[in-house]
């Protein structure tokens, strides 16, 4: 069985086509790469045009607030519908490294969950330290009229449920991979496999054994691996089920094993 890396930037690894080309080698099949402002998401479109197997999101990440114009979310609906974009976002809040007002950060974060309601795609969710305003937008917004991810989940059991209720899924990144993820790994237990996406956040949170250098969607196996190993249940499994979630939820086509 493929995987499906489910988040990844590939227009921020040095040579993106060896990487994607290492992925395929590694049982990678599918690549979903995330825009997180107006020319990376059109760089991810470009990357979904030239390389079989990669599909792309439109997106503001929170950081990016500050490149909000008034024709912004137009020139997104349009570049989503000219490449068939699999999800908005990379779009959330951070509250984290707090590089952008916040005010400002829930004001593009409620435009782009409008934008998903009008385009029917899911969304692709940052969630850094802010999880009960994140929360309280999706379930305002009417985001479960859609669904999406909330990508490298960091939050605790109660805010797993909540999202999962939603209709959310949860992104599983290199973190689980840790030694000090205790928590991750007894998290995921308490959640629906069918519920659990596994992702690289490429190139930040390289996994064990790669941490300290670029992460690159080759190395999701090795998340998948830990979260098989977590859950006391085969890779077998986890590749089917976490594959499956993401055709689902991103609309992806079957890939031949």
């Given at each position: 069985?493929?995987?499906?890396?489910?988040?990844?930037?590939?227009?921020?690894?040095?040579?993106?086509?060896?990487?994607?080309?290492?992925?395929?080698?590694?049982?990678?099949?599918?690549?979903?790469?995330?825009?997180?402002?107006?020319?990376?998401?059109?760089?991810?479109?470009?990357?979904?045009?030239?390389?079989?197997?990669?599909?792309?999101?439109?997106?503001?990440?929170?950081?990016?607030?500050?490149?909000?114009?008034?024709?912004?979310?137009?020139?997104?609906?349009?570049?989503?519908?000219?490449?068939?974009?699999?999800?908005?976002?990379?779009?959330?809040?951070?509250?984290?490294?707090?590089?952008?007002?916040?005010?400002?950060q829930r004001d593009a974060f409620?435009?782009?969950?409008?934008?998903?309601?009008?385009?029917?795609?899911?969304?692709?969710?940052?969630?850094?330290?802010?999880?009960?305003?994140?929360?309280?937008?999706?379930?305002?917004?009417?985001?479960?009229?859609?669904?999406?991810?909330?990508?490298?989940?960091?939050?605790?059991?109660?805010?797993?449920?909540?999202?999962?209720?939603?209709?959310?899924?949860?992104?599983?990144?290199?973190?689980?991979?840790?030694?000090?993820?205790?928590?991750?790994?007894?998290?995921?237990?308490?959640?629906?496999?069918?519920?659990?996406?596994?992702?690289?956040?490429?190139?930040?949170?390289?996994?064990?054994?790669?941490?300290?250098?670029?992460?690159?969607?080759?190395?999701?196996?090795?998340?998948?691996?830990?979260?098989?190993?977590?859950?006391?249940?085969?890779?077998?499994?986890?590749?089917?089920?976490?594959?499956?979630?993401?055709?689902?939820?991103?609309?992806?086509?079957?890939?031949?094993?």
């Amino acid at each position: 069985m493929k995987l499906v890396d489910t988040h990844a930037h590939l227009d921020l690894l040095d040579d993106p086509a060896a990487a994607f080309e290492r992925a395929k080698q590694a049982g990678v099949g599918q690549i979903i790469t995330v825009g997180i402002d107006l020319e990376s998401s059109r760089r991810a479109a470009d990357f979904s045009r030239d390389l079989y197997g990669v599909f792309c999101t439109v997106g503001l990440h929170p950081h990016e607030v500050s490149k909000v114009g008034p024709d912004l979310w137009g020139e997104f609906k349009l570049l989503a519908l000219t490449v068939s974009a699999v999800a908005v976002g990379e779009c959330g809040l951070d509250y984290y490294r707090d590089l952008s007002p916040r005010h400002l950060q829930r004001d593009a974060f409620a435009a782009q969950i409008e934008l998903a309601l009008d385009l029917g795609l899911p969304l692709v969710v940052h969630d850094r330290e802010a999880h009960s305003d994140v929360l309280n937008m999706l379930a305002k917004g009417g985001a479960e009229r859609v669904g999406g991810v909330v990508h490298c989940f960091s939050g605790d059991a109660a805010l797993a449920q909540e999202l999962v209720s939603l209709g959310f899924s949860l992104g599983i990144t290199g973190v689980i991979t840790y030694k000090k993820s205790d928590e991750l790994r007894a998290l995921v237990k308490k959640v629906p496999l069918t519920k659990l996406l596994i992702e690289t956040d490429c190139p930040y949170l390289s996994p064990m054994p790669h941490r300290g250098k670029p992460n690159e969607p080759a190395y999701v196996t090795h998340t998948h691996l830990a979260l098989a190993k977590a859950l006391g249940v085969s890779p077998e499994e986890v590749a089917q089920v976490t594959t499956d979630n993401a055709r689902r939820l991103f609309s992806l086509p079957y890939m031949e094993d």
